[in-house]
C-alpha cells in the first residue's frame, strides 16, 4: 500500500456521501447524504457504530460545537437537527428556512448554531435547545458555503463572498465570481480563509485580519470543498474523483490521493493530523494517511 492510498473505505450510506465532520476528540467521524441518514463511525478503525434516520430529504451539512458533545446536521427539507454524540439521540429540531439548508457553523464558545440556506439567510440558533435567536440577510441570494472564525467573524459564500461581523453587518464583499463559492474554512488560528470555488476550479486563501485576497490556485478539478490541518499549514480540497493536499503560502501541491470513482463533496482533517477524510458521490468514505 502505498503512502497516498486510502487506509480504510467505509461503506454503508445507500446513495452519495454529501458531509462528513470529525469530531473535536477525534474519535468519531460524522458523515451524512442523499439517503437521508446520519452516520456515526469509530477512527481510525472505520466501524460504523450508529445509524439514524434523520431527515426527510438529502442531508447536505454536518458540524460538531468544539466540545464535541453535540453535533448538528443540515438538509434539503428545509430543516436542521442537533443530536447528541454519545448515542445520536436527536436534542433539538428546527425548520425555520423556506428553503434547502446547505451549510452550517458553530461559534467559538459552541453556545450558537449558524445555517444557511437556498433562502438567502443565514439563520442563528441556540445550541442544544435549537431556539431561534436571529436570522441574517446578507442578501446574495443562495448560500451555498458557511465559516465562523475563532473570533467571531462569519464568512458566507454564493454568488459572491461576503464577510460579516457577529451581527450581520457586512465588513467586505468580494463579487467576482463566474459560479461563486462552494465551500469556505477558517485556519485554525482564524488568520486565514480558504475558499473553493467549485466549477472555477480555484483555491483562493484570504488574509482574515485584513480582510484581501492573499493568493490562489489553479486547479484542473472542481473544488467542491475545503479544509485547514490543524496547524493550519495545509489546505485539503476534494472535487473530481482526487483529494490534494496545498500549502496555502506557496500554491505548491504537496499530495494527491486517488481512489473514489465519483466526485468528491467533503473533505475534513482529524484533529490530532493523522487522517484525511473523504465523502463522495461513489457512496462510499475513504480514510487517508497523513
Request: charged share 25%; hydrophobic share 40%.
Amino acid at each position: 500500500m502505498g503512502e497516498n492510498s486510502a487506509i480504510k473505505t467505509l461503506a454503508g450510506h445507500a446513495d452519495g456521501v454529501l458531509a462528513l465532520a470529525f469530531s473535536p476528540c477525534g474519535k468519531f467521524l460524522a458523515t451524512a447524504g442523499e439517503d437521508k441518514t446520519i452516520r456515526l463511525w469509530s477512527i481510525p478503525d472505520g466501524i460504523e457504530i450508529q445509524t439514524r434516520p434523520a431527515h426527510e430529504g438529502a442531508v447536505r451539512a454536518v458540524a460538531f460545537d468544539p466540545d464535541g458533545d453535540v453535533f448538528a446536521s443540515a438538509s434539503w427539507d428545509k430543516g436542521i437537527k442537533i443530536w447528541r454524540t454519545a448515542d445520536c439521540s436527536t436534542l433539538a429540531a428546527a425548520s425555520k428556512h423556506s428553503g434547502p439548508v446547505n451549510c452550517l457553523a458553530f461559534s467559538p464558545d459552541g453556545k450558537l448554531l449558524y445555517s444557511g440556506s437556498d433562502d438567502g439567510t443565514i439563520k442563528v440558533f441556540s445550541s442544544p435547545k435549537g431556539w431561534l435567536e436571529k436570522t441574517l440577510e446578507p442578501g446574495i441570494g443562495d448560500i451555498k458555503a458557511l465559516a465562523v472564525s475563532p473570533k467571531g467573524l462569519i464568512a458566507a459564500g454564493g454568488v459572491e463572498l461576503q464577510f460579516l461581523d457577529a451581527d450581520g453587518k457586512l465588513l467586505k464583499d468580494n463579487d467576482s465570481y463566474a459560479y461563486g463559492i462552494r465551500s469556505l474554512a477558517f485556519s485554525p488560528d482564524g488568520r486565514l480563509l480558504a475558499a473553493g470555488t467549485g466549477m472555477e476550479k480555484r483555491l483562493e486563501i484570504w488574509d482574515a485580519e485584513k480582510l484581501v485576497e492573499a493568493g490562489s490556485v489553479k486547479d484542473s478539478d472542481w473544488i467542491n470543498c475545503v479544509t485547514f490541518s490543524p496547524d493550519g499549514k495545509q489546505v485539503a480540497t476534494g472535487g473530481g474523483s482526487a483529494v490534494k493536499l496545498w500549502d496555502p503560502v506557496s500554491g505548491a501541491c504537496l499530495k494527491t490521493f486517488e481512489g473514489h470513482t465519483d466526485e468528491i463533496y467533503s473533505v475534513d482533517i482529524s484533529p490530532d493530523g493523522k487522517y484525511l477524510a473523504s465523502a463522495s458521490n461513489d457512496k462510499t468514505i475513504k480514510l487517508w494517511p497523513l
